[in-house]
């Protein structure tokens, strides 16, 4: 079954750190440009973050510049997202998936991020 595995949520208080991890489910990783992409409740699922094939190229949302980083490892099938700073704002559910569509791969369950002030 085709399924998106994403972990690595959890509680943190304001100004602490997570590494979210997912795991697409393709054999052909290294071809395919990937994002992370957030829901909180009451609001649209909104792209965090964005990075390319070649990895030297990752797009931010204005609100997490200089706080996330994006980052794929093409041997491990695995893409990353390293947050610091964390704030109350961020606290949504996580996901990743392809970026743009380019593959029709079903959302996962997500990772839960909570940020207490």
């Known amino acids: 079954q085709v399924q998106l595995v994403e972990s690595g949520g959890g509680l943190v208080q304001a100004g602490g750190s997570l590494r979210l991890s997912c795991v697409p489910p393709t054999n052909i990783f290294a071809d395919i440009p990937m994002a992370w992409y957030r829901q909180s409740t009451g609001t649209w699922r909104e792209t965090v973050a964005s990075?390319?094939?070649?990895?030297?190229?990752?797009t931010y949302a204005d609100s997490v510049k200089g706080r996330f980083t994006i980052s794929r490892d093409n041997a491990k099938k695995t893409v990353y997202l390293q947050m610091d700073s964390l704030k109350p704002e961020d606290t949504a559910v996580y996901y990743c998936?392809?970026?743009?569509?380019?593959?029709?791969?079903?959302w996962g369950q997500g990772t839960q991020v909570t940020v207490s002030p």
């Open positions: 990075i390319h094939t070649g990895a030297s190229t990752a």
């Open positions: 998936n392809s970026l743009g569509g380019v593959r029709s791969w079903p």
